[in-house]
């Protein structure tokens, strides 16, 4: 008896937001979200597409390692939870200056909490 094979987890340039436009179109036209330490902008996609993140960090958090390691606890999050979104959506995550003090597990609580208030996981 095969079981299906786990999902893969990655986050590659297609799942990426790069574009300026992109980013403002979402804040425009989407839905937000606050919570904890993010902003969460979204527009939903149609089904099959594949689901999107950008991620915001200005520099009221902190210094450049700090913004970078926002960045990257952020886009691990998401990484890691991508497969638990109910339907494709762009998502625009925008960091708040609290988390400079939160650590991967804090800030993959806020995602999560986020992602529910919002309804967009399964």
Do not use: Y
Not at 51 to 59: E, F, M, N
Not at 96 to 113: N, P, T
């Amino acid at each position: 008896m095969n079981a299906a094979p786990p999902p893969r987890l990655r986050l590659g340039r297609p799942s990426r937001l790069a574009q300026n436009r992109d980013f403002a179109r979402i804040r425009q036209r989407g839905e937000r979200l606050v919570w904890g330490c993010l902003i969460a902008n979204w527009s939903k996609l149609p089904e099959g597409a594949r689901p999107k993140l950008g991620v915001v960090t200005s520099k009221k958090i902190g210094n450049a390692p700090v913004r970078s390691r926002a960045r990257r606890l952020l886009r691990e999050s998401f990484r890691l939870h991508q497969h638990e979104l109910a339907q494709p959506v762009e998502l625009v995550l925008v960091a708040r200056h609290s988390i400079a003090q939160k650590d991967f597990a804090g800030v993959e609580k806020d995602f999560l909490a986020a992602l529910r208030r919002a309804s967009l996981v399964k």
